[in-house]
């Protein structure tokens, strides 16, 4: 029952999304085109921020960390 | 298909709105329209305007509301055009490199190097996002357009660019388009009988103008009739409604005359006044301090260069705008007009028969005395289900119009049944009839509107103009919602009309229900139970004032909540 309802509030979901884009009135092939290219963006997009995000959030807290240590250390003499 | 594709958007009957540029062209026009409503950013905000300082010179609350497009809606609207706009490009695109058959008008070869025919962006408009969601117009129905109606099925296997009939008819589909406000629209009672009889006494043909062998006994009966209803002292019938604004406002007006003109009067005013060869000036819709800075500056400083007076002034405004659903503020325009000296020509081609309480248009709503309007013109085509359309005024005005005017002198008079439909129908709104039957149409118009209205405005949609305008816009905005309301619709067998630009700002696109006193409240409800049920499907419930302003609606509820039952 549960797998039905969330089918349909995919489905309704596709449907918005759809309307707001304008893609509905388009034909299959264009959609496809669309919704590959916003798929891919959106991948790139994710898989760019999965590559890149930990490497930055490492080097800012190297960074951070390292004035950190260098201030205890001024402040210890 | 391509030299008018301003029109497509409506169903044949082309209310094309545009706002009155002086020079451009035939094509032109539509999208300055388009420009300026854009940067004029719509009409008075904020909703609501019931009547400002000018409140003495209306007998009862004048309630209109637009309410504004909310921003949200107005980015998605844009976003979604953009992105059809780059697939129209990519289309475009492939036809222009022949990978893809084009199957629309386009320069020969040997145009090739004279200026593009087809580039404009009302072209592209027309090819690219109008073809897609053109199922949804010029649909064949195959009955009397009354209360239901049958709508011929047809199909589309190639993306709308041909349609087949399959053969079935669609049966009492509610018809929420036409109109039809009084319902005489239908082929059986009093009006179809006469007609009928007419047609056997005189022919449907009348083969001559109205100076040769073509002015019927029947015609005089009903320029008195008409005469009597509008109660001004003479009138004058036409057989098109159209041609009777755009053929007499250039024998009224002429060079050295200035029109004042309503930024959405209907395309055939604009036409005359075109034709005129007058100045044209536009005003904001509705808007009196528009109208009154124009008059003041007109007579302040007259003609350009020669500062010679104006000939004439002449203000053209319409009853009930069809797009709008807005109800001319006209006390405030006759004040003006009689205060700067002004002439006033009033279409009442859609509120004549469904506004007032005796049906008499506006001039009977707002009380207000028939004499003060200069031209009352107003077509038959609309509330007494007939065609052509009349002026009305003072004799000499008539009788000047009746040597002077073309749609007199060249074309063909009316055709006798059609007189007859309207001579019936109007005599049974007047009570001439001995029957009540008039009198309870226009109360069923006016329950009706009142009730539908509301409804509408408490599920929560954006719905336009005047609380008493039988014409609902409601609101769509984003493009692709057009063809998907007019679709599922029908799916649900509800005919409506749904409009998009150039009709409308290219934001604003709405459909637009008719109400009619042929709807009974059972129709009513379908009707507005399909319609929640698909603007709960498509998201179409913007409003975001139903709970709002309770409050500050609670007197103006009050008064609807007695109308009702
Ligand atoms: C304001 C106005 N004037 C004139 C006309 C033209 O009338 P007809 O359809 O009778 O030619 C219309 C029709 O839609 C209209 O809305």
Redesign the interface.
């Given at each position: 029952m549960d797998v039905k309802n969330l089918c349909d509030y995919l489905g309704w979901l596709y449907?918005?999304y759809?309307?707001?884009?304008?893609?509905?009135?388009?034909?299959p092939w264009?959609k496809s085109i669309?919704n590959t290219v916003l798929f891919t963006m959106v991948a790139m997009v994710v898989y760019t921020s999965y590559v890149f995000v930990p490497i930055h959030v490492r080097l800012a807290l190297e960074f951070f960390s390292g004035l950190f240590r260098s201030h205890l250390s001024i402040s210890a003499n | 298909m391509i030299e008018n594709s301003a029109s497509k958007l409506l169903n044949g009957d082309t209310c094309l709105r545009t706002s009155n540029g002086k020079k451009s062209g035939r094509n032109g026009f539509v999208k300055k329209h388009c420009l300026h409503q854009q940067q004029k950013c719509h009409r008075p905000k904020e909703v609501s305007h019931i009547v400002g300082h000018n409140a003495v010179l209306y007998n009862k609350p004048f309630v209109e509301s637009f309410e504004e497009t909310p921003l949200l809606v107005a980015v998605l609207t844009y976003m979604g055009y953009g992105i059809l706009t780059l697939f129209g490009y990519l289309r475009d695109f492939l036809r222009h490199w022949k990978i893809e058959k084009c199957r629309v008008a386009s320069e020969r070869d040997e145009q090739k190097d004279f200026v593009p025919l087809y580039q404009d962006f009302e072209n592209f408009y027309t090819r690219n996002l109008y073809m897609r969601i053109r199922d949804n117009w010029n649909r064949p129905i195959c009955s009397v357009p009354g209360a239901k109606m049958d709508v011929v099925e047809r199909v589309t296997h190639d993306y709308n660019w041909t349609f087949e009939h399959t053969g079935t008819v669609l049966k009492n589909v509610i018809n929420m388009g036409s109109y039809n406000y009084l319902g005489f629209a239908e082929n059986t009672g009093p009006c179809a009988d006469s007609a009928a009889e007419a047609t056997v006494k005189y022919g449907v043909g009348v083969s001559g103008t109205r100076h040769e062998i073509g002015n019927l006994d029947k015609h005089e009966e009903l320029e008195k009739l008409v005469a009597r209803f509008l109660g001004v002292e003479s009138s004058m019938a036409f057989g098109m409604g159209f041609a009777t604004n755009s053929m007499n406002i250039p024998s009224l007006a002429g060079k050295g005359c200035l029109t004042l003109s309503d930024e959405l009067n209907h395309a055939s005013l604009v036409l005359g006044a075109r034709l005129s060869g007058s100045t044209i000036r536009v005003f904001k819709h509705n808007n009196m301090q528009s109208l009154e800075k124009l008059l003041r500056d007109a007579i302040v400083h007259g003609q350009p260069r020669t500062h010679r007076p104006w000939k004439k002034i002449v203000i053209l405004v319409e009853g009930i705008y069809s797009m709008e659903g807005s109800i001319v503020r006209l006390p405030e325009v006759i004040a003006l007009k009689k205060k700067y000296k002004a002439y006033l020509y009033l279409d009442e081609a859609h509120s004549i028969g469904a506004l007032g309480p005796r049906g008499r248009g506006v001039v009977d709503y707002f009380g207000v005395d028939p004499h003060d309007v200069d031209i009352m013109m107003g077509t038959f085509t609309k509330s007494f289900g007939a065609s052509g359309g009349y002026i009305g005024g003072k004799k000499e005005l008539i009788d000047y119009l009746r040597t002077h005017s073309h749609s007199a002198i060249y074309a063909t008079s009316m055709s006798p049944p059609v007189a007859q439909q309207i001579i019936t129908s109007m005599k049974c709104i007047m009570g001439e009839d001995g029957t009540t039957l008039g009198q309870e149409r226009l109360r069923q118009l006016s329950e009706n509107t009142t009730y539908f209205r509301r409804r509408l405005h408490e599920m929560g949609f954006i719905i336009y103009g005047n609380e008493n305008s039988p014409v609902v816009p409601l609101m769509l905005y984003m493009p692709a919602k057009i063809g998907a309301f007019g679709r599922e619709m029908l799916k649900r067998n509800i005919g409506i009309v749904v409009v998009g630009f150039p009709a409308t700002p290219i934001i604003e696109s709405r459909a637009r229900f008719c109400v009619s006193a042929a709807h009974t409240k059972d129709m009513l409800d379908t009707a507005l139970n399909a319609i929640s049920e698909v603007g709960d499907l498509l998201q179409l419930k913007y409003s975001r004032r139903t709970r709002l302003s309770d409050d500050e609606e609670a007197d103006h509820l009050s008064y609807l909540v007695s109308y009702e039952d």
């Open positions: 449907y918005q759809l309307l707001i884009t304008g893609i509905y009135v388009l034909e264009e669309f | -």
